[in-house]
């Protein structure tokens, strides 16, 4: 069984990352609010943050914030998972509109994003944006140092040495910072590193001018997780050639120093109960299911240019045209796409070349009351979302890469019927456990089609069979699995520092 070191009130935890669990928001009236997402780290780490009265570091989502400007409490009526984080609790980190634009646009999803997704054709490297990058993951580090410096003051015994827990690509060098700061502060801490992105292998990673200072960036934690074993291996083996580490491969650790870093396998899941409560609470959609000849296929990304998005809207006009007698004006293909990273030119024309392939096919088919492809380009409520998955008759879960991929998982979750069939990318992370799932390669749209023809025609006993598997695997390593996990690893963690005992 897993208990969460925090939990047991041991040791506090300080979560950074990029974004805040809430964005902020200006009102008219000039007073801050919080805006709630609803990401599964954050279902799963804010209620811990809160018990073991800890602190969450990240950007605010805003400019504007002044210096001493507190982040307001939650209202009365917040719900959310959040809603427990006290206003002292979450700790913004201011960066200027300048840096953002070299850091967020530039560094993080103009090179790091499509490199570690091995799209290298998508890279731009430039040396601006790599040292703004540097001094924002300073930022960090100051302000986690902060955090610890106020944390020590109140450790008394040595199971109470704080976790700062960092997350993601946006944060690589945060750790190395960290360390060097809290070390000559005399400050104890153990520090865990979550990767939620692929990590790629030695010869894209070496392309990069700063690949050097990123590892050494990561391995000044005592943990890095990783989703599947192929991240973890590319890891290890970037620290074997690239840095010459001693690497030990069957026990997944490497030597820095005097330390030993160990590096795992922890695949992140969903807050399963959640969805499920939801997809048994929603009102139907359209009525889809109910009309028996009709079908709905869902797929539901942020629009990025690996999730795979022009290729099924391929998939489908080859599906019309091999079965077309079969499907026209009986089979619809519901597209959401959540709007992402829109000042990026890449993502620009991707919309467009989307909308544009959408059309197409849409006017290739469509007759007086029947076209094949909607497209909503915009974010849905969790409980609408689930609604759909549930409503649906296939998911199309195809990206070209993913690390995890979590729509495969919360669509599972949403099917109290066990009726619905998920066709899943051989390319997401996910695609390493969810095994009855109808496995494709993205890129041959032929197949794709076929693929989607195959979990239409599914006998509902099959779809059953297969769902019911899915569904009891992702109830059992949901998303508190995984982070009990991580944080068990983190409690075996020798501290920086010994803490100084009062006297
Ligand atoms: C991926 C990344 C996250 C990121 C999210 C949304 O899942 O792993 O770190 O927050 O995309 O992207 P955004 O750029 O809007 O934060």
Request: with cysteine.
């Amino acid at each position: 069984s897993f208990t969460n070191p925090t939990e047991e009130g041991n040791n506090s935890l300080i979560v950074v990352s990029n974004r805040l669990p809430f964005v902020l928001k200006r009102g008219s009236n000039g007073v801050l609010q919080r805006s709630h997402s609803a990401g599964g780290l954050v279902t799963a780490v804010a209620p811990v943050v809160t018990k073991c009265n800890g602190k969450w570091i990240g950007w605010p989502g805003l400019f504007d914030l002044g210096g001493h400007e507190k982040v307001p409490e939650a209202s009365d009526d917040d719900k959310s998972p959040t809603a427990g984080l006290k206003s002292n609790q979450v700790i913004p980190v201011n960066i200027p509109e300048n840096d953002f634009e070299e850091f967020y646009n530039g560094f993080c999803n103009g090179t790091l994003w499509p490199l570690f997704h091995s799209f290298s054709c998508k890279i731009t490297y430039d040396r601006n944006s790599w040292q703004t990058y540097q001094k924002v993951n300073d930022y960090f580090a100051e302000k986690t140092v902060e955090a610890l410096r106020y944390q020590q003051e109140v450790i008394l015994v040595d199971e109470e040495i704080p976790i700062v827990w960092i997350h993601d690509y946006q944060l690589l060098l945060c750790p190395a910072r960290i360390r060097e700061l809290a070390e000559d502060e005399g400050l104890s801490c153990k520090l865990g590193f979550f990767l939620h992105i692929p990590f790629p292998s030695y010869d894209m990673l070496n392309t990069l001018e700063g690949s050097e200072e990123i590892l050494y960036g990561m391995l000044a934690c005592d943990v890095i997780g990783f989703h599947i074993d192929l991240y973890s291996q590319n890891f290890l083996e970037s620290c074997l050639r690239k840095l010459g580490c001693r690497v030990d491969f069957d026990n997944k650790t490497v030597e820095i120093g005097s330390r030993v870093v160990r590096v795992r396998t922890l695949p992140i899941g969903i807050p399963f109960d959640k969805f499920e409560e939801c997809a048994k609470n929603a009102p139907k959609v359209n009525g889809q299911k109910d009309e028996k000849d009709t079908k709905l296929i869902i797929s539901v990304d942020r629009v990025d240019y690996t999730k795979g998005l022009v290729q099924k809207v391929r998939a489908i006009e080859k599906l019309l045209e091999k079965h077309r007698h079969e499907y026209a004006g009986k089979l619809t293909f519901l597209q959401i796409g959540v709007p992402s990273r829109t000042n990026i030119k890449e993502y620009q024309s991707l919309h467009n070349e989307l909308s544009r392939e959408i059309g197409r096919v849409n006017g290739k088919f469509s007759t007086a009351d029947w076209y094949p492809i909607q497209f909503m380009y915009k974010g849905l409520p969790q409980d609408e979302l689930a609604a759909y998955y549930r409503d649906s008759d296939v998911a199309l879960v195809t990206p070209l890469v993913d690390g995890m991929n979590l729509v495969a998982k919360e669509f599972v979750a949403c099917q109290i019927n066990n009726s619905g069939a998920l066709v899943l990318s051989y390319f997401a992370g996910a695609a390493e456990s969810m095994k009855e799932a109808l496995m494709v390669n993205p890129y041959e749209v032929n197949l794709l089609a076929d693929s989607l023809h195959k979990a239409l025609q599914m006998s509902s006993s099959e779809c059953q069979l297969r769902m019911e598997k899915l569904r009891a695997r992702e109830r059992k390593f949901d998303v508190h699995y995984w982070m009990s996990s991580f944080l068990e690893e983190m409690r075996f963690v020798e501290s920086i520092e010994k803490p100084k005992l009062p006297t």
